[in-house]
């Protein structure tokens, strides 16, 4: 096994010991990874992305099914079934987050994004179904469908806000810029890549670093009046823009929400003095 350069020594002692336990035990057809690991850019506080590929379900299921007593040095875990299914998270030794992902060669995708580095593959098996072309997808009809009706519930929701910003409920305002910037990052994933990116994807995703550092400056809003009043106005702006992004590639989404009603809302919020 050939580690790559940045890999420190704590994390390669783990990978080791996961691909020892497991080919002892389990058999698996390979194993590959992503993330850091396969962009040769960790560093000691990476998390290590680890991938196990089974030939048949049998043998998958066999070893999901002892995941509760696999002999590894793990100070915690949960499972991860709300990203994909036979996900665990690990906390190894070390306080090494460590993500493992149990599939079939059919299965890989579309929850894996490359690159891949393959760590064990003694029969090349794993060479023929990594070396996969990735382009563009378009989004399905039903997120559009849900694209649209976030966009009505964006522009409800900023008339909630200012109705709570009289009442001083600062904190409550505060709170909702979690769902601002999920919904907005929604948004841009769809336009970039065709699909709702995760956290992490947004953030290193090349086409959005500028939108990144956007929403870093202007969507983390302090408890003060104007600070809440600065941030709603940059994300009402925000959401016009990327609405725009996204006709220019879906024009058959169907927006209600009118640009009168949008105009106004914004025109509330800039007549508030703080």
């Given at each position: 096994?050939?580690?790559?350069?940045?890999?420190?020594?704590?994390?390669?002692?783990?990978?080791?010991?996961?691909?020892?336990?497991?080919?002892?035990?389990?058999?698996?057809l390979g194993m590959y990874a992503?993330?850091?690991?396969?962009t040769n850019t960790m560093d000691r506080w990476s998390d290590l992305d680890l991938t196990l590929v089974f030939e048949k379900e049998e043998a998958l299921l066999a070893c999901?099914?002892?995941?509760?007593?696999?002999?590894?040095?793990?100070?915690?875990?949960y499972e991860a079934d709300h990203r994909k299914p036979f996900f665990k998270v690990m906390i190894m030794e070390g306080f090494i987050k460590t993500d493992v992902y149990i599939t079939l060669p059919d299965r890989i995708f579309p929850f894996e994004k490359p690159p891949f580095v393959r760590l064990y593959d003694p029969t090349k098996a794993l060479e023929k179904v990594l070396d996969y072309s990735w382009s563009y997808?378009?989004?399905?009809?039903e997120l559009i469908n849900q694209i649209a009706m976030e966009e009505r519930k964006f522009w409800g929701w900023m008339i909630f806000d200012y109705h709570h910003f009289h009442r001083n409920d600062f904190y409550l305002l505060a709170d909702d810029f979690y769902t601002f910037r999920k919904m907005l990052q929604a948004w841009l994933g769809v336009w970039a890549e065709g699909k709702v990116l995760t956290g992490r994807e947004f953030h290193d995703h090349p086409s959005l670093q500028e939108w990144k550092m956007r929403f870093s400056r202007e969507l983390y809003p302090s408890v003060s009046a104007a600070s809440l009043r600065n941030s709603h106005m940059a994300a009402m702006?925000?959401?016009?823009?990327?609405?725009?992004?996204?006709?220019?590639?879906?024009?058959?989404?169907?927006?209600?929400?009118?640009?009168?009603?949008?105009?106004?809302?914004q025109a509330l919020w800039k007549g508030l003095s703080c």
């Amino acid at each position: 096994m050939q580690f790559p350069s940045t890999i420190p020594a704590s994390h390669q002692y783990i990978v080791q010991q996961v691909l020892h336990y497991f080919q002892s035990h389990f058999s698996p057809l390979g194993m590959y990874a992503n993330g850091s690991i396969a962009t040769n850019t960790m560093d000691r506080w990476s998390d290590l992305d680890l991938t196990l590929v089974f030939e048949k379900e049998e043998a998958l299921l066999a070893c999901w099914n002892q995941r509760d007593s696999w002999e590894l040095p793990i100070l915690h875990s949960y499972e991860a079934d709300h990203r994909k299914p036979f996900f665990k998270v690990m906390i190894m030794e070390g306080f090494i987050k460590t993500d493992v992902y149990i599939t079939l060669p059919d299965r890989i995708f579309p929850f894996e994004k490359p690159p891949f580095v393959r760590l064990y593959d003694p029969t090349k098996a794993l060479e023929k179904v990594l070396d996969y072309s990735w382009s563009y997808q378009a989004p399905s009809q039903e997120l559009i469908n849900q694209i649209a009706m976030e966009e009505r519930k964006f522009w409800g929701w900023m008339i909630f806000d200012y109705h709570h910003f009289h009442r001083n409920d600062f904190y409550l305002l505060a709170d909702d810029f979690y769902t601002f910037r999920k919904m907005l990052q929604a948004w841009l994933g769809v336009w970039a890549e065709g699909k709702v990116l995760t956290g992490r994807e947004f953030h290193d995703h090349p086409s959005l670093q500028e939108w990144k550092m956007r929403f870093s400056r202007e969507l983390y809003p302090s408890v003060s009046a104007a600070s809440l009043r600065n941030s709603h106005m940059a994300a009402m702006e925000a959401a016009l823009e990327i609405k725009e992004l996204l006709q220019s590639n879906y024009p058959l989404i169907p927006w209600a929400t009118t640009s009168s009603f949008q105009q106004a809302t914004q025109a509330l919020w800039k007549g508030l003095s703080c």
